[in-house]
């Protein structure tokens, strides 16, 4: 069992350091021609580093709630401090996949292209909200471990 949730908490720190890092790297890489050399090369390898890294995150997660008892209760619209706690983490990790599917089609689409003001608009829009809710989702995640401790 603990091998799992090992191999969660190593998606996990992959997952959003990767995305702590390409939001650096938004603020810090303002250089135009230098984020046309960049982003084509380091975009797609990031892109699938990450969908990999969600991947894991969202096999290993049902499988701890599986193994823990938690997934029955859970689908069963049952109601404790623990189960809301996860619900509500699943809610918003829902969201950040929505938004990433969004951020990924853009991206994809528009590596090689110029984007149109609305696909710039919902390619940073959506990276800047998975980066906060990956911080919520986290905040969620140690709550429900300080109930079960
Ligand atoms: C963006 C996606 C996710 C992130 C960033 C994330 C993050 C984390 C982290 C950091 C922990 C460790 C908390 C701790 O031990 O203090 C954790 C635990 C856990 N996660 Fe996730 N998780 C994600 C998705 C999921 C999904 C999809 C599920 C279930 C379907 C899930 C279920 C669980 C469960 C049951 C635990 C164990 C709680 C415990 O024993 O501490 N997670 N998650």
Redesign the pocket.
């Known amino acids: 069992m603990n091998w799992i949730?090992y191999t969660?908490?190593i998606a996990?720190m992959a997952?959003?350091g990767g995305s702590i890092f390409m939001f650096a790297l938004g603020i810090l890489l303002r250089d135009k021609e230098k984020q046309q050399a960049v982003y084509p090369v380091v975009g797609p390898i990031f892109g699938y580093f990450e969908l990999a890294s969600?991947f894991v995150?969202?096999i290993s997660?049902?499988w701890?709630?599986y193994n823990?008892g938690?997934l029955t209760p859970l689908l069963d619209g049952n109601h404790s401090k623990i189960i809301d706690i996860?619900r509500t983490?699943?809610w918003i990790?829902l969201v950040?996949v929505i938004a990433t599917i969004a951020h990924f089609y853009i991206a994809f689409k528009t590596n090689t292209t110029q984007r149109s003001k609305l696909e710039n608009l919902v390619s940073r829009g959506s990276s800047l909200l998975i980066f906060f809710l990956?911080l919520v989702?986290?905040y969620y995640?140690?709550l429900?471990?300080t109930i079960?401790t």
């Open positions: 949730l969660h908490l996990a997952w959003i969600l995150l969202l997660g049902t701890i709630a823990t938690v996860l983490k699943l990790v950040i990956n989702v986290v995640a140690i429900i471990r079960i």
